[in-house]
């Protein structure tokens, strides 16, 4: 059974920083890409950023300068570490996975719980 385990969310000033992580275990064979979204209350859910195995692959515009996304390959990990952040970046993130699992040929998409980021003012 893959699993998708987020950590590091939590509650900080603005200007702060926090970096979470996700790790994916459980018969994978492959993971292509990995990445980040997040929910704001009442809110569509929203691309952060997406890696894959040769780098970015996508990125919202409020990352440019705050947010860099980064992967351990040998540990299956996606990584969001978060700079200068604001109120408005309070939201539930949900770590994102296109794994191929084992005894299957095609890749699927996987989520994870979501960790909780709440910036105050």
């Known amino acids: 059974q893959v699993q998708l385990v987020e950590s590091g969310g939590g509650l900080v000033q603005a200007g702060g920083s926090l970096r979470l992580s996700c790790g994916a275990s459980?018969?994978?064979?492959?993971?292509?890409?990995m990445g980040w979204y997040r929910q704001a209350p009442g809110k569509q859910r929203e691309l952060v950023a997406v890696i894959g195995n040769s780098g970015l692959r996508n990125a919202a515009d409020f990352v440019k300068g705050r947010f860099t996304i980064s992967r351990d390959n040998a540990k299956n990990t996606v990584y969001l570490q978060m700079a200068s952040l604001k109120p408005e970046d309070t939201a539930v993130y949900y770590c994102?996975?296109?794994?191929?699992?084992?005894?299957?040929?095609?890749?699927?998409?996987?989520w994870g719980q979501g960790t909780q980021v709440t910036v105050s003012s």
């Open positions: 459980g018969g994978i064979v492959r993971i292509n890409d």
């Open positions: 994102y996975a296109s794994i191929v699992k084992s005894g299957t040929f095609f890749p699927r998409d996987y």
